[in-house]
């Protein structure tokens, strides 16, 4: 008589390495921060610079694509209150580990989230099409134009907002396959 393993029972290895240890991993990742980062154009001649603000902290992906959403919709930057001058620019999700999770440019009150990266191979492209666009931006800068570095930085932000962290690529994508609510 031999046994048949067709039934419902997998072995106790395979259920510890394919269920239990992910889920153990992913929980060290968590809580998921959600930032803002944006530019603070201050009314001296100062060049604006760079601001970020935490918007929460949740305990997964959808949650925190909701929080960033619902927050930018309303233009509601906690600590950034008292600073009128704040144009955002980038929603950011991190685990604990400072891990992308996944990363969008905000416009008009919308953000429009990236597509992560789907290999090694394609993030080693963007890092290096990112990294030109910063060099053409230093350039630039040592020409006196601002405008075009700024512009450039800008670019090449949004090209590293495609490099999310192996570990939540996948998640990443199904999220952003799955049809938002209006």
């Not at 996944?102 to 990112?130: H, K, N, Y």
């Not at 630039?140 to 134009?145: M, T």
């Not at 512009?151 to 939540?168: G, N």
Request: net charge neutral; aromatic share 4%; charged share 25%.
């Amino acid at each position: 008589m031999t046994l048949s393993r067709q039934g419902g029972f997998r072995p106790i290895g395979q259920i510890l390495a394919h269920d239990v240890l992910p889920a153990l991993q992913g929980a060290r990742r968590l809580p998921l921060r959600v930032s803002c980062l944006g530019r603070i154009s201050p009314d001296d001649a100062e060049a604006p610079r760079e601001q970020c603000f935490s918007l929460g902290e949740v305990t997964c992906a959808e949650a925190a694509m909701r929080l960033a959403a619902q927050l930018v919709s309303k233009g509601d930057y906690p600590g950034a209150v008292a600073l009128s001058d704040f144009q955002p620019r980038l929603a950011v999700i991190e685990d604990r580990a400072h891990g992308l999770v996944l990363a969008g440019a905000i416009r008009a009150g919308v953000i429009l989230w990236q597509p992560p990266v789907a290999s090694d191979a394609e993030a080693r492209r963007i890092l290096t099409e990112a990294s030109g666009l910063r060099g053409q931006a230093f350039a630039a800068e040592g020409r006196w134009d601002p405008n075009v570095a700024r512009t450039l930085r800008d670019r090449a932000s949004l090209l590293e907002a495609r490099l999310v962290d192996p570990f939540w690529r996948e998640e990443a994508a199904a999220l952003l396959s799955l049809p938002q609510a209006a």
